[in-house]
Structures are given as structure tokens and as C-alpha cells.
């Protein structure tokens, strides 16, 4: 009695799990290809002794979802203006975004923040998600 209760429970966990659709129909993960920073910096400008400084930032994503946008990336616990998509290929999408350090020209610097350098992004529904980056480049001056 215990082995055909046992065969049954096995040939019905069989059965579910080959017939689930739910992972084997799944878009493939977005993931971040390279992550690639540069530091800038310029002499004070109208007569002030605050240099202009910063680092601007280009990200290859590979599986761009098609209804997300761009909102930040967060480098150095830096948060970016608003990036944006500077091309878009079939596989890839190339997000360009800049971090103001010190500026005598802008009143407003890039915000502080307390995360981990990460890409933020929002659907067409509303939710707000993000994807972490784990490995940054410098850029070829």
C-alpha cells in the first residue's frame, strides 16, 4: 500500500511539474554588460573657487525590457540625473547618465544616497525596480 501511495505522489509531481509553463516560458534576465565610469573635472567658473566635478557613466544592457525607462543610476553612493538611452539595438540598450559632484554653476548637486551602485528603472504600470551593478570600468580618456 505504502509503494503504490508512494508511486501515485511521484507520478503526480511527475505530471505537475512537466506541465508547468510558468519557467520555461520566462524572458531572459536583464543584465547589466558593462558598467563604465569616467571622472571630470573643470577650473571654477565666475570667479568662484569651487571647481566643476563629477563622472559621467555609460551602461550596456543586455534584455532591455521594452516598456522601462531609465531613472537613475547610483554610483558612489551618488545618485545620476535622469540617464538616457543613447542607442538601442535587437539584444542591447547603451544608458548614458551624469553624476554633478561640485558645480558654482548648478544650485542642485547630485543627491547622496545610501544604496549600492545600481541601475533604477520604471515600467509602463508604475513599479519602480532596479538592477545592481557589481563591476565598474574607467573609461579610456
Not at 571654477?44 to 563622472?55: A, L
Not at 543586455?62 to 531609465?70: E, F, H, L, Q
Not at 561640485?102 to 520604471?122: G, W
Amino acid at each position: 500500500m505504502k509503494t503504490s501511495i508512494v508511486s501515485f505522489l511521484l507520478l503526480l509531481f511527475a505530471v505537475v511539474s512537466c506541465s508547468s509553463t510558468k519557467h520555461t516560458t520566462q524572458k531572459p534576465e536583464m543584465q547589466i554588460v558593462t558598467a563604465k565610469y569616467a571622472k571630470w573635472s573643470d577650473p571654477p567658473k565666475q570667479n568662484s573657487d569651487v571647481p566643476e566635478k563629477g563622472v559621467d557613466i555609460t551602461l550596456t544592457v543586455k534584455n532591455w525590457p521594452d516598456s522601462a525607462s531609465p531613472s537613475s543610476v547610483i554610483y558612489n553612493q551618488r545618485k545620476s540625473s535622469k540617464p538616457k538611452m543613447t542607442q538601442k539595438t535587437d539584444s542591447t540598450v547603451v544608458i548614458n547618465a551624469r553624476i554633478v559632484i561640485a558645480s558654482s554653476l548648478l544650485v542642485k548637486t547630485s543627491d547622496d544616497v545610501a544604496l549600492s551602485d545600481r541601475l533604477v528603472y520604471n515600467l509602463k504600470d508604475g513599479q519602480t525596480q532596479f538592477i545592481e551593478i557589481e563591476n565598474w570600468t574607467r573609461m579610456q580618456e
